[in-house]
Every structure is written in C-alpha cells, then in structure tokens.
C-alpha cells in the first residue's frame, strides 16, 4: 500500500523527531512511469540520479537552508541541482529519504524540464559540475557517458 499525499507532512515530521541529526529528507515522488524513491549520496560525483525527488518532495531544516543559501538562478533549468551538490558535497550536510511507500509528492508530466533539450540540459549539469570545482578529467568522462548513452535520442531527433 502507498501512502497518500495528504500524509505528506506527518511522515516528514515523525522522520526529523525520531533522526533530529537529520539536516534534510528526499521523499518518495510518484512520477508517470513509476515511484522515485531513495538516497545515495556516492553517485552525486558522477550522477544525479543520486537522490529521489526535485522540489517536488525535498525538505530541508530552515537553519540548514540559511547556511547552503539561495537557488543560483543563474541556472535556468537545473538550480536544484546546484543547490543539492553545495548542501551535499561543499557543505557536507546529511540527509536521508523516505521509503517508498511513503509517498510525498506527484511530479507532473509536462513540466518545465520536460520541454528542455538534451543540449542544454547537458550543458547545464557540466557548468554546474564545472562552477562548484569538480575535475576536469572527470566531467569529460561525464559528458561522454551521457552523450553515448543518449545517443540513440539524439539521433532521432535529426
């Protein structure tokens, strides 16, 4: 059974009583293909498919928030992304998720990300990577392996 939305709220508060060194919670999202769920910090050098929900299910302490900052918005279409890798990697702040079946949030379809090219989104995620001093070496890895995996889509698109 899945818990519903409307329980959102109690299941984030029952996660920062019972684990106070917790600084923020990615909760479980339901997205069109399936329910995003889970935590793993060691991808976030390679990846971001480290962590299970965007906005949609994050929540964060406020004096946690306050030591991160703001979203660079600078980044039109990844600033979530930004802001996770300074909380998580320059700021060494820890976190966990929900499981899945406590379901937090719905991430619609046709949202903004949706309608972004695979260019530019690559872009992005390297500037990004790039901006918050991660190697060299290791972001041409990271584009390279996306580039080739996604090379299929790309070639549709011609």
């Given amino acids: 059974m899945i ?3 409307k329980n959102a709220l109690k299941i984030i508060s029952n996660y920062y009583s019972k684990n106070k ?3 923020f919670i990615f909760g479980s999202v339901k997205k069109h293909w399936g329910i995003l769920h889970g935590y793993k910090p060691h991808k976030i050098k390679y990846s971001w498919g480290f962590y299970s929900s965007h906005s949609t299910g994050f929540f964060i302490k406020r004096d946690v928030a306050q030591k991160v900052g703001f979203y660079n918005i600078k980044y039109k ?6 802001y996770f890798y300074r909380l998580i990697v320059k700021k060494k702040m820890r976190g ?4 899945k079946k406590e ?3 719905v991430f619609r379809r046709e949202g903004f990300s949706s309608q972004i090219s695979f260019w530019k989104k ?3 995620e390297i500037k990004i990577r790039y901006d918050n001093d991660q190697n060299i070496f290791l972001l041409g890895l990271i584009f390279c392996n996306k580039f080739l995996r996604n090379l299929d889509k790309i070639l549709k698109k011609k």
């Fill in 3 to 5: 818990l519903t939305k």
């Fill in 21 to 23: 060194f917790f600084d």
């Fill in 77 to 82: 279409y990844h600033a979530d992304y930004d």
């Fill in 96 to 99: 966990t998720s929900t499981k």
């Fill in 103 to 105: 379901l937090i949030g």
């Fill in 122 to 124: 690559l872009k992005e």
